[in-house]
């Protein structure tokens, strides 16, 4: 049985995760050391069956069939743990991603995972860097993390729990990249703890090998000499402001910390010597699998010893311009809500590939991801342009006889027109005669 919890040791930062023996999918992976903080935490079950039935928490901070799904290449890992990965990968498939929403639901009901999940996500994410143009060198959600050379930085210890975890997930759904299942755990998880809904979009592009992971070093550390200088550095890096800063540390209402694991908390407190899950651990919050601004209340008051407190989390009320957004979150829940969700979203976006460019939402009513647009030239040979209506007639017909821009017909479909009508007036020509 396992808990987790997420130490937004500099928001992304301290989450522990149950720790199992070596899985059979994926190799173990090191320790977290006390200066770099996983973001959730949890004990370790004993097998990928005990982890499955065990109960998991975190905090946030720091292969079969595709349907409609332009995708020039699919990576994922078959049951025997090997990688199989294509060069390329372009959007998920929009109905196998609501699908998988569902089963995620579901593992949440089962496990209560929301603290890895919340964690996984932000640390696939949290390595962006705005000054690299480059993808995926920028870093950000791009299912890197799915590589054992990423699980083994210090700041991912524990997070293969979690992998293992969503893995039968990405098998059922094959047309769903890494990426976008990272992201998509996280912002349920988030949403089913009772937190706002995460205006999140999709389509993220996968890396395909381990050398296009990130370098170690680029999430938070929960202790550091000058904890809001940190916060700045790491968090400015990625493109975000002091706003956003204390919005995303406020995702520490979620989970709870391990001393075994990130070297922070007690072994045991009243709120977590019961569980759920694996016993023990301290949480940030009392109902510390409940979302809400409580985390900004409970630091501010500073009432109970019980309660976890990481000088990145007391430097949100000691920096002066931290503590304006942190004061406004612990009275008014509605703003912490609203300004929490745009920063979760913007995490979740930074640095990854679109495809389509533009991405697409899951959410109902809303489009489908268009297909390529369509260009009239790609189907005639005249260099005029032609008009709206001619173009939607040329469209529907060519559609009516099984093509598309993204599957050109097996046989040239004018080239037949033009056979046809040359067979008609010959045999037309003999019986006139």
């Not at 992998?163 to 890494?178: A, D, F, N, R, S």
């Not at 968090?235 to 406020?250: C, H, P, Q, T, W």
Request: include cysteine; proline fraction near 8%; glycine fraction near 8%.
């Amino acid at each position: 049985m396992a808990a987790e919890q997420i130490v937004l040791s500099s928001t992304m930062s301290c989450l522990t995760t149950p720790a199992s023996s070596s899985p059979s999918r994926l190799p173990p992976f090191s320790s977290s050391t006390k200066s770099r903080v996983s973001l959730l935490s949890t004990s370790s079950p004993s097998s990928v069956t005990s982890l499955r039935s065990s109960t998991f928490y975190s905090s946030p901070l720091p292969s079969l069939s595709i349907h409609h799904q332009r995708r020039s290449s699919l990576t994922h890992v078959t049951k025997t743990g090997a990688a199989v990965v294509n060069p390329t990968c372009s959007a998920s498939d929009p109905d196998q991603l609501k699908s998988a929403r569902e089963d995620i639901k579901q593992l949440l009901k089962t496990t209560f995972c929301h603290p890895i999940m919340i964690r996984l996500g932000w640390h696939d994410a949290g390595t962006y860097n705005k000054d690299i143009q480059e993808f995926p060198q920028r870093g950000g959600a791009n299912g890197s993390l799915r590589f054992d050379v990423e699980l083994k930085h210090g700041a991912n210890a524990g997070l293969v729990n979690a992998l293992k975890l969503l893995q039968p997930i990405k098998e059922k759904y094959p047309g769903v990249t890494y990426a976008d299942l990272f992201q998509l755990a996280s912002a349920t998880a988030i949403e089913d703890a009772g937190g706002p809904k995460i205006p999140m979009k999709y389509g993220r592009v996968d890396v395909s090998v381990p050398d296009e992971c990130p370098e170690e070093g680029r999430l938070p550390d929960a202790g550091p000499p000058s904890p809001a200088d940190h916060l700045r550095k790491v968090f400015y890096r990625m493109g975000l402001n002091d706003k956003e800063i204390v919005a995303l540390s406020g995702a520490h209402t979620l989970g709870r910390s391990r001393p075994e694991r990130s070297g922070w908390g007690k072994p045991e407190t009243k709120y977590t010597k019961d569980g759920p899950g694996a016993p023990g651990g301290q949480s940030w919050t009392a109902e510390w699998l409940k979302f809400d601004n409580s985390y900004f209340k409970d630091i501010k008051e500073k009432r109970d010893e019980d309660l976890l407190v990481l000088p990145t989390d007391a430097a949100l009320f000691e920096d002066p311009s931290f503590k304006v957004y942190a004061e406004k979150y612990a009275t008014n829940q509605e703003e912490f809500f609203k300004d929490y969700a745009e920063a979760h979203a913007k995490l979740s976006n930074q640095g990854a590939q679109f495809n389509p460019p533009e991405g697409f939402s899951i959410e109902d009513g809303s489009p489908n991801p268009k297909a390529e647009k369509f260009v009239a030239s790609k189907y005639s040979s005249g260099k005029r342009e032609l008009s709206d209506s001619m173009k939607q007639k040329i469209r529907a017909e060519y559609e009516g006889f099984g093509g598309s821009p993204d599957k050109p017909l097996k046989t040239n479909y004018f080239l037949n027109i033009i056979i046809i009508i040359s067979v008609l007036a010959i045999l037309t020509s003999l019986l006139g005669n």
